[in-house]
Protein backbone atom coordinates (compact mmCIF):
# COMPACT_ATOMS: atom_id res chain seq x y z
CA UNK A 1 0.00 0.00 0.00
CA UNK A 2 3.23 2.62 0.51
CA UNK A 3 4.24 1.90 -3.22
CA UNK A 4 2.72 3.56 -5.68
CA UNK A 5 2.19 0.40 -8.68
CA UNK A 6 1.58 0.91 -12.90
CA UNK A 7 0.68 -1.32 -15.08
CA UNK A 8 2.28 -1.53 -18.60
CA UNK A 9 -0.58 -1.69 -21.25
CA UNK A 10 2.10 -3.65 -23.41
CA UNK A 11 1.92 -7.42 -23.17
CA UNK A 12 5.51 -8.76 -23.77
CA UNK A 13 4.67 -11.96 -25.62
CA UNK A 14 7.10 -14.56 -24.77
CA UNK A 15 7.47 -17.33 -27.14
CA UNK A 16 7.39 -21.39 -25.60
CA UNK A 17 7.95 -21.78 -22.92
CA UNK A 18 7.84 -18.73 -21.19
CA UNK A 19 5.27 -17.01 -19.69
CA UNK A 20 3.42 -14.05 -20.54
CA UNK A 21 4.27 -11.16 -18.19
CA UNK A 22 3.07 -8.23 -17.74
CA UNK A 23 5.66 -5.25 -17.38
CA UNK A 24 5.34 -3.51 -13.49
CA UNK A 25 7.84 -0.56 -11.99
CA UNK A 26 7.46 1.15 -9.55
CA UNK A 27 7.24 4.98 -9.34
CA UNK A 28 9.67 6.78 -11.16
CA UNK A 29 11.49 3.75 -12.61
CA UNK A 30 8.59 3.29 -15.20
CA UNK A 31 7.20 6.40 -16.92
CA UNK A 32 5.69 6.24 -20.26
CA UNK A 33 2.26 4.48 -21.13
CA UNK A 34 1.76 3.68 -17.98
CA UNK A 35 -2.04 3.69 -15.93
CA UNK A 36 -1.73 3.54 -12.10
CA UNK A 37 -3.54 1.15 -10.14
CA UNK A 38 -5.11 2.95 -7.02
CA UNK A 39 -8.46 3.18 -4.95
CA UNK A 40 -10.81 3.88 -8.42
CA UNK A 41 -9.05 1.23 -10.73
CA UNK A 42 -9.21 -1.91 -9.12
CA UNK A 43 -8.62 -3.65 -12.31
CA UNK A 44 -6.99 -3.25 -15.74
CA UNK A 45 -8.61 -5.50 -18.67
CA UNK A 46 -6.44 -6.32 -21.48
CA UNK A 47 -8.29 -5.64 -24.89
CA UNK A 48 -5.87 -8.56 -26.54
CA UNK A 49 -5.31 -12.45 -25.75
CA UNK A 50 -1.75 -13.11 -23.90
CA UNK A 51 -0.71 -16.00 -26.63
CA UNK A 52 2.43 -18.25 -26.40
CA UNK A 53 1.09 -19.18 -22.96
CA UNK A 54 3.04 -22.88 -22.95
CA UNK A 55 2.60 -23.50 -26.40
CA UNK A 56 -0.64 -24.74 -27.04
CA UNK A 57 -3.16 -21.92 -25.24
CA UNK A 58 -4.49 -18.66 -25.81
CA UNK A 59 -4.78 -17.10 -22.64
CA UNK A 60 -7.84 -14.38 -21.43
CA UNK A 61 -7.52 -12.31 -18.28
CA UNK A 62 -8.55 -9.20 -16.26
CA UNK A 63 -5.78 -8.21 -14.49
CA UNK A 64 -6.18 -7.12 -10.51
CA UNK A 65 -4.80 -6.63 -7.30
CA UNK A 66 -5.48 -9.78 -4.68
CA UNK A 67 -3.59 -10.48 -2.03
CA UNK A 68 -0.59 -8.76 -2.26
CA UNK A 69 -0.29 -10.06 -6.30
CA UNK A 70 -0.41 -8.86 -9.77
CA UNK A 71 -3.68 -11.78 -10.51
CA UNK A 72 -6.05 -12.74 -13.55
CA UNK A 73 -9.42 -12.39 -12.32
CA UNK A 74 -10.85 -14.06 -14.98
CA UNK A 75 -8.53 -16.61 -17.54
CA UNK A 76 -10.08 -18.74 -20.61
CA UNK A 77 -7.76 -21.39 -21.99
CA UNK A 78 -7.92 -22.66 -25.41
CA UNK A 79 -6.49 -26.08 -26.65
CA UNK A 80 -6.54 -24.65 -30.34
CA UNK A 81 -2.82 -23.32 -31.17
CA UNK A 82 -3.28 -20.25 -32.98
CA UNK A 83 -0.98 -17.86 -34.46
CA UNK A 84 0.07 -14.86 -33.61
CA UNK A 85 -1.99 -12.60 -35.64
CA UNK A 86 -4.64 -14.88 -35.39
CA UNK A 87 -8.28 -13.78 -33.94
CA UNK A 88 -8.83 -15.61 -30.24
CA UNK A 89 -11.72 -17.31 -29.66
CA UNK A 90 -14.74 -16.39 -27.90
CA UNK A 91 -15.29 -17.35 -24.86
CA UNK A 92 -17.57 -19.93 -25.80
CA UNK A 93 -14.86 -21.65 -28.43
CA UNK A 94 -12.85 -22.30 -25.00
CA UNK A 95 -12.58 -25.94 -24.04
CA UNK A 96 -12.09 -27.22 -19.89
CA UNK A 97 -8.66 -27.97 -18.93
CA UNK A 98 -8.08 -31.60 -18.68
CA UNK A 99 -6.04 -32.99 -16.60
CA UNK A 100 -3.77 -35.86 -18.19
CA UNK A 101 -3.33 -38.52 -15.42
CA UNK A 102 -1.47 -41.33 -17.35
CA UNK A 103 1.37 -39.33 -17.36
CA UNK A 104 4.14 -40.90 -15.22
CA UNK A 105 5.75 -38.63 -12.73
CA UNK A 106 9.60 -39.69 -11.81
CA UNK A 107 10.61 -38.13 -8.79
CA UNK A 108 13.92 -37.27 -10.82
CA UNK A 109 13.95 -35.89 -14.36
CA UNK A 110 16.58 -34.96 -16.40
CA UNK A 111 18.23 -31.85 -18.44
CA UNK A 112 17.31 -33.75 -22.02
CA UNK A 113 13.67 -34.62 -20.35
CA UNK A 114 13.01 -31.08 -19.38
CA UNK A 115 14.59 -29.67 -23.16
CA UNK A 116 11.93 -32.05 -24.68
CA UNK A 117 8.75 -31.69 -22.80
CA UNK A 118 9.19 -27.55 -22.19
CA UNK A 119 5.99 -26.50 -24.82
CA UNK A 120 4.48 -30.02 -24.74
CA UNK A 121 2.99 -30.48 -21.66
CA UNK A 122 1.92 -27.81 -18.62
CA UNK A 123 5.58 -27.40 -17.21
CA UNK A 124 6.21 -24.48 -14.49
CA UNK A 125 9.44 -24.53 -13.20
CA UNK A 126 10.31 -23.93 -9.63
CA UNK A 127 13.73 -22.96 -8.86
CA UNK A 128 14.21 -22.43 -4.83
CA UNK A 129 17.91 -21.54 -5.28
CA UNK A 130 18.38 -17.86 -3.74
CA UNK A 131 17.24 -14.90 -5.46
CA UNK A 132 20.76 -13.59 -6.21
CA UNK A 133 21.15 -17.29 -7.86
CA UNK A 134 18.37 -16.53 -9.75
CA UNK A 135 19.07 -13.13 -11.26
CA UNK A 136 22.47 -14.31 -12.52
CA UNK A 137 21.30 -17.02 -14.63
CA UNK A 138 18.29 -19.24 -14.43
CA UNK A 139 15.52 -21.35 -17.34
CA UNK A 140 13.66 -18.82 -19.08
CA UNK A 141 10.13 -19.08 -17.98
CA UNK A 142 11.10 -20.15 -14.27
CA UNK A 143 9.69 -18.31 -11.85
CA UNK A 144 11.38 -17.97 -8.68
CA UNK A 145 9.88 -19.32 -5.00
CA UNK A 146 10.98 -17.71 -1.64
CA UNK A 147 10.30 -20.82 0.08
CA UNK A 148 12.09 -19.74 3.64
CA UNK A 149 10.21 -17.34 3.59
CA UNK A 150 6.76 -18.45 1.35
CA UNK A 151 5.69 -21.48 2.57
CA UNK A 152 7.14 -21.12 5.80
CA UNK A 153 4.78 -20.48 8.53
CA UNK A 154 5.89 -17.40 10.35
CA UNK A 155 3.51 -17.32 13.23
CA UNK A 156 4.53 -20.66 14.54
CA UNK A 157 6.41 -20.71 17.41
CA UNK A 158 8.25 -23.97 16.25
CA UNK A 159 10.86 -22.66 13.41
CA UNK A 160 10.40 -23.94 9.34
CA UNK A 161 6.69 -24.97 9.97
CA UNK A 162 4.94 -25.33 7.03
CA UNK A 163 1.76 -23.04 6.14
CA UNK A 164 -1.60 -24.37 6.24
CA UNK A 165 -3.02 -25.39 2.78
CA UNK A 166 -5.39 -22.55 2.26
CA UNK A 167 -1.81 -20.22 2.08
CA UNK A 168 -0.26 -22.96 0.77
CA UNK A 169 -3.00 -22.42 -2.02
CA UNK A 170 -2.53 -18.81 -2.47
CA UNK A 171 1.03 -19.61 -3.11
CA UNK A 172 1.20 -21.85 -6.03
CA UNK A 173 -1.61 -20.16 -7.80
CA UNK A 174 0.90 -16.99 -7.73
CA UNK A 175 3.03 -19.21 -8.80
CA UNK A 176 1.07 -20.25 -11.79
CA UNK A 177 0.84 -23.66 -10.51
CA UNK A 178 -2.60 -25.10 -10.73
CA UNK A 179 -3.57 -28.42 -10.17
CA UNK A 180 -2.65 -29.85 -14.10
CA UNK A 181 0.69 -28.50 -13.75
CA UNK A 182 3.36 -30.72 -13.56
CA UNK A 183 5.77 -28.86 -11.12
CA UNK A 184 9.80 -28.89 -12.36
CA UNK A 185 12.24 -27.78 -9.14
CA UNK A 186 15.29 -26.34 -9.65
CA UNK A 187 17.70 -26.00 -6.76
CA UNK A 188 20.10 -27.86 -4.15
CA UNK A 189 19.42 -30.66 -1.58
CA UNK A 190 17.22 -29.88 1.05
CA UNK A 191 15.38 -27.69 -0.50
CA UNK A 192 14.20 -28.66 -3.72
CA UNK A 193 13.06 -31.80 -1.32
CA UNK A 194 11.70 -29.55 1.30
CA UNK A 195 9.47 -27.97 -1.45
CA UNK A 196 8.48 -31.49 -3.02
CA UNK A 197 7.59 -32.98 0.03
CA UNK A 198 4.92 -29.50 0.45
CA UNK A 199 3.79 -30.26 -2.79
CA UNK A 200 3.39 -33.96 -2.33
CA UNK A 201 1.92 -33.28 1.20
CA UNK A 202 -0.83 -31.41 -0.05
CA UNK A 203 -1.80 -33.24 -2.72
CA UNK A 204 0.21 -32.08 -5.70
CA UNK A 205 1.25 -35.62 -7.17
CA UNK A 206 2.59 -33.73 -10.26
CA UNK A 207 6.27 -32.59 -8.90
CA UNK A 208 9.93 -33.73 -10.18
CA UNK A 209 13.43 -32.21 -9.22
CA UNK A 210 15.62 -31.82 -11.95
CA UNK A 211 18.58 -34.00 -11.97
CA UNK A 212 21.93 -31.44 -11.14
CA UNK A 213 20.02 -28.38 -10.62
CA UNK A 214 20.61 -25.24 -12.87
CA UNK A 215 24.48 -26.23 -12.87
CA UNK A 216 23.59 -29.01 -15.26
CA UNK A 217 21.14 -27.77 -17.15
CA UNK A 218 23.95 -25.08 -17.95
CA UNK A 219 26.44 -27.26 -18.55
CA UNK A 220 24.27 -29.09 -21.23
CA UNK A 221 24.15 -25.94 -23.31
CA UNK A 222 20.37 -25.07 -21.85
CA UNK A 223 19.32 -21.55 -22.70
CA UNK A 224 19.66 -19.42 -20.14
CA UNK A 225 18.08 -15.98 -18.60
CA UNK A 226 18.54 -13.61 -16.41
CA UNK A 227 15.28 -11.64 -16.71
CA UNK A 228 13.84 -11.03 -13.43
CA UNK A 229 10.35 -9.49 -14.68
CA UNK A 230 7.56 -10.21 -12.48
CA UNK A 231 5.43 -13.32 -13.92
CA UNK A 232 1.90 -12.28 -14.69
CA UNK A 233 0.33 -14.25 -11.46
CA UNK A 234 -3.56 -16.22 -12.40
CA UNK A 235 -5.74 -17.71 -10.31
CA UNK A 236 -6.14 -20.84 -11.25
CA UNK A 237 -7.12 -23.51 -8.88
CA UNK A 238 -4.69 -25.60 -6.93
CA UNK A 239 -7.07 -28.18 -4.85
CA UNK A 240 -5.54 -29.01 -1.55
CA UNK A 241 -5.84 -33.20 -1.18
CA UNK A 242 -4.65 -33.35 2.21
CA UNK A 243 -1.99 -36.59 2.25
CA UNK A 244 -1.91 -36.31 6.55
CA UNK A 245 0.06 -39.49 6.02
CA UNK A 246 3.28 -37.55 4.54
CA UNK A 247 3.28 -35.43 8.09
CA UNK A 248 3.24 -36.57 11.46
CA UNK A 249 3.49 -34.78 15.01
CA UNK A 250 5.25 -35.28 18.45
CA UNK A 251 2.61 -37.33 19.58
CA UNK A 252 2.14 -39.81 16.51
CA UNK A 253 6.30 -40.30 16.50
CA UNK A 254 5.92 -41.17 20.13
CA UNK A 255 3.09 -43.46 19.26
CA UNK A 256 4.38 -44.69 16.38
CA UNK A 257 3.85 -48.65 16.01
CA UNK A 258 7.01 -50.67 16.19
CA UNK A 259 6.76 -51.76 12.72
CA UNK A 260 7.54 -47.62 11.73
CA UNK A 261 11.33 -47.40 11.29
CA UNK A 262 12.37 -43.34 12.68
CA UNK A 263 15.68 -42.13 10.87
CA UNK A 264 17.44 -39.02 12.63
CA UNK A 265 18.90 -37.04 9.11
CA UNK A 266 21.82 -35.21 11.65
CA UNK A 267 25.14 -35.35 11.92
CA UNK A 268 26.57 -38.15 14.21
CA UNK A 269 27.81 -35.61 16.79
CA UNK A 270 24.54 -33.95 17.26
CA UNK A 271 22.41 -37.81 17.35
CA UNK A 272 24.91 -39.06 19.55
CA UNK A 273 24.25 -35.68 21.75
CA UNK A 274 28.00 -34.85 21.96
CA UNK A 275 26.78 -31.73 20.41
CA UNK A 276 23.97 -29.27 21.15
CA UNK A 277 21.98 -27.12 18.52
CA UNK A 278 20.47 -24.08 20.04
CA UNK A 279 18.80 -24.22 23.50
CA UNK A 280 17.11 -27.50 22.54
CA UNK A 281 18.46 -30.85 25.00
CA UNK A 282 21.30 -33.05 23.19
CA UNK A 283 20.66 -36.55 21.84
CA UNK A 284 17.59 -37.96 20.09
CA UNK A 285 14.60 -39.51 19.96
CA UNK A 286 14.59 -43.21 21.63
CA UNK A 287 14.46 -46.02 18.68
CA UNK A 288 15.88 -43.63 15.98
CA UNK A 289 18.49 -44.56 13.81
CA UNK A 290 20.80 -42.26 12.39
CA UNK A 291 21.53 -41.46 8.47
CA UNK A 292 23.22 -38.28 8.08
CA UNK A 293 21.88 -36.34 5.57
CA UNK A 294 25.87 -36.15 3.96
CA UNK A 295 25.96 -39.83 3.29
CA UNK A 296 23.10 -39.42 0.19
CA UNK A 297 25.00 -36.95 -1.27
CA UNK A 298 27.72 -36.69 -3.56
CA UNK A 299 29.48 -33.49 -4.45
CA UNK A 300 25.74 -32.21 -3.75
CA UNK A 301 24.23 -34.26 -6.00
CA UNK A 302 22.09 -37.57 -4.63
CA UNK A 303 23.75 -40.65 -5.01
CA UNK A 304 22.42 -43.41 -7.12
CA UNK A 305 19.75 -45.85 -6.31
CA UNK A 306 22.13 -48.96 -5.86
CA UNK A 307 24.18 -46.47 -3.45
CA UNK A 308 21.14 -44.90 -1.69
CA UNK A 309 20.12 -48.72 -1.22
CA UNK A 310 23.34 -49.52 0.50
CA UNK A 311 23.58 -46.73 2.91
CA UNK A 312 20.14 -47.17 4.33
CA UNK A 313 20.78 -51.23 4.66
CA UNK A 314 24.47 -50.38 6.49
CA UNK A 315 22.15 -47.96 9.13
CA UNK A 316 19.83 -50.71 9.58
CA UNK A 317 16.78 -49.24 7.53
CA UNK A 318 14.46 -51.46 5.35
CA UNK A 319 14.22 -49.22 2.77
CA UNK A 320 10.06 -50.83 1.94
CA UNK A 321 9.28 -50.33 5.65
CA UNK A 322 7.22 -47.29 6.66
CA UNK A 323 9.16 -44.74 7.45
CA UNK A 324 9.42 -41.19 9.44
CA UNK A 325 12.11 -39.31 9.43
CA UNK A 326 13.15 -36.30 11.07
CA UNK A 327 16.22 -33.44 12.05
CA UNK A 328 16.55 -30.51 13.27
CA UNK A 329 13.89 -28.42 11.60
CA UNK A 330 12.63 -30.99 9.00
CA UNK A 331 14.71 -29.79 6.06
CA UNK A 332 17.89 -32.37 5.70
CA UNK A 333 15.54 -34.96 6.60
CA UNK A 334 13.54 -34.07 3.52
CA UNK A 335 16.35 -35.78 1.68
CA UNK A 336 15.44 -39.20 3.32
CA UNK A 337 12.39 -39.75 2.62
CA UNK A 338 12.75 -38.59 -1.21
CA UNK A 339 15.74 -40.71 -1.31
CA UNK A 340 13.13 -43.59 0.23
CA UNK A 341 10.62 -42.29 -2.29
CA UNK A 342 12.59 -42.83 -5.53
CA UNK A 343 13.54 -46.36 -4.29
CA UNK A 344 10.16 -47.21 -4.40
CA UNK A 345 8.76 -46.77 -0.65
CA UNK A 346 5.53 -44.57 -0.52
CA UNK A 347 5.21 -45.21 3.08
CA UNK A 348 6.96 -42.01 3.96
CA UNK A 349 6.23 -39.40 6.74
CA UNK A 350 8.29 -36.19 7.94
CA UNK A 351 8.37 -35.21 11.43
CA UNK A 352 7.68 -31.52 10.53
CA UNK A 353 8.49 -30.04 14.36
CA UNK A 354 11.43 -32.69 13.85
CA UNK A 355 14.01 -31.96 17.21
CA UNK A 356 13.08 -27.84 16.86
CA UNK A 357 10.34 -29.62 19.19
CA UNK A 358 11.08 -32.74 20.64
CA UNK A 359 14.26 -31.70 21.79
CA UNK A 360 12.38 -28.39 23.51
CA UNK A 361 9.86 -30.39 25.03
CA UNK A 362 11.15 -31.88 28.68
CA UNK A 363 8.31 -34.36 29.03
CA UNK A 364 9.45 -35.91 25.33
CA UNK A 365 12.11 -38.53 26.00
CA UNK A 366 15.40 -38.29 24.82
CA UNK A 367 18.69 -40.60 24.52
CA UNK A 368 22.03 -40.21 24.50
CA UNK A 369 24.33 -42.47 22.79
CA UNK A 370 27.77 -40.66 24.69
CA UNK A 371 27.78 -39.42 28.46
Request: include cysteine; aromatic fraction near 8%; charge should be negative.
Amino acid sequence: PDLEMFVCPTIRVCPPPHVPRVAVGLGPSCQQNHRPLNEDLKSLDLPLPLRGFSGRRSFFAAIAISGGFLVARQSFFSVRGRGFGEKAAAPQDVQPFQINASLHVDPVVSTDWLKRTLGEIDVVVLDVRSFDDFAKGHIPGATHLNWTLDIVDQDNAIPNMLVDGEKFATIMQSHGINDGIWVVLVGDFPQVTRVWWALKRYGHDRVSVLDGSYRKWAESGGESSSDTWPDLKFQAPFTIRDKDSLVVDAEQVLKRESTVQLIDSREPGVFEGKVQVGNTRPGHIPGAVNVPTSRLLHNGALKSNEELKSVFEDAGVVVDKPTIAYCNQANMASVAIFALYKLGNTHVSLYDGSWAEWGSREELPAERTSP
